[in-house]
């Protein structure tokens, strides 16, 4: 089946301080999703790509859609203590699943 | 913005007792999913259903059932609770590819 590799696993860093983490794909994707999750709350859905080379913002985040569409990035400039969560990239899933979930970048800001 | 609701938020309950996770939506999605998430970890896909009357088994393996008689309504059931169900369970829906989660229900067995 189809396998998302997400990274880092988690980050630790400093209130003011960007961020980066990005998801590869074993195989093409059309889509890809961004969420994230805050502690004992659902995800929640933060950017949608739909086009190879898409850049996508929502405030302080953007996500890209890699060219080769095998993988994704997300950006969050100029952290802050609300940005604490676990981040989860997603793809389409195979057969008739609607995703596939990467294994979370947890992170962490230091005020 | 995604209408989608899980009742009880929280619930702590005795061994082999009969439980029914509640969750609903009120987006008219006909896909709609059940997760099992441990803390901190990914998601594990446990049920999923396509429409009315459909229901899939996801990718983990669960003990838990699901039903599927109205569309704005997929609850989940535990015949009789152990232990090792105590986790995190997350209900979606689908637009597209784009899956919107509730709130989730934080389920302890003891």
């Known amino acids: 089946g189809q396998q998302l590799n997400q990274s880092p696993q988690s980050m630790f860093i400093q209130e003011g301080e960007d961020v980066s983490m990005n998801c590869t794909s074993s195989?093409?994707?059309?889509?890809w999703l961004w969420y994230k999750q805050d502690p004992g709350e659902g995800p929640v859905l933060l950017i949608a790509?739909?086009?190879?080379?898409e850049l996508t913002s929502n405030g302080r985040l953007t996500a890209q859609f890699g060219i080769t569409r095998k993988d994704s990035f997300l950006n969050i400039s100029a952290s802050i203590p609300s940005d604490v969560g676990i981040y989860f990239c997603?793809?389409?899933?195979?057969?008739?699943?609607?995703?596939?979930f990467g294994s979370g970048t947890r992170l962490q800001v230091q005020p | 913005e995604a209408d989608i609701y899980q009742t009880p938020r929280y619930l702590v309950i005795g061994t082999g007792k009969k439980i029914t996770l509640e969750c609903s939506q009120t987006?008219?999605?006909?896909?709609m999913y059940w997760y099992q998430q441990d803390p901190g970890m990914e998601l594990h896909l446990i049920h999923y259903?396509?429409?009315?009357?459909?229901?899939e088994k996801g990718d983990l393996s669960s003990e838990s059932t699901v039903s599927r008689i109205r569309t704005e309504h997929f609850p989940l059931t535990l015949e009789s609770a152990r232990p090792s169900h105590t986790s995190q369970y997350l209900c979606?829906?689908?637009?597209?590819?784009?899956?919107?989660f509730g709130p989730g229900t934080r389920l302890t067995v003891t």
């Open positions: 979606a829906s689908t637009q597209g590819y784009e899956q919107y």
């Open positions: 195989s093409i994707f059309n889509t």
């Open positions: 790509l739909y086009k190879a080379g």
């Open positions: 997603a793809g389409p899933g195979t057969g008739r699943r609607a995703l596939t």
């Open positions: 987006m008219g999605h006909d896909k």
């Open positions: 259903s396509y429409g009315v009357n459909s229901t």
